[in-house]
């Protein structure tokens, strides 16, 4: 349970604590990264949630996680993840 299958960009994100996610899914955003570097990196809906604009109605997110994965999505927002 403590591996996530994602794109090599967001991997790197996840990796160096610039996101991450919530037990349901919702992407959590790091306050540093930079809103031209999620554009860039092709996150263009989850720059528009991180950053508040209007025009992004929809949420950038997965299905909800297995309970049996919560503890490692814990460790990484407790000790990875760029608060």
């Known amino acids: 349970m403590n591996g996530l299958l994602l794109t090599p ?30 554009y860039r990196l092709g996150f263009e809906q989850l720059a528009r949630e991180r950053f508040g604009l209007a025009e992004a109605p929809a949420l950038w997110r997965t299905a909800p996680f297995a309970e049996r994965r919560h503890s490692y ?7 990875v993840f760029i608060a």
């Open 9 to 38: 960009d967001a991997d790197l994100l996840f990796d160096r604590g610039f996101i991450s996610f919530q037990d349901d899914g919702d992407v959590l955003v790091s306050p540093r990264m930079d809103r031209g570097d999620l």
């Open 73 to 79: 999505l814990d460790y990484h927002r407790s000790n």
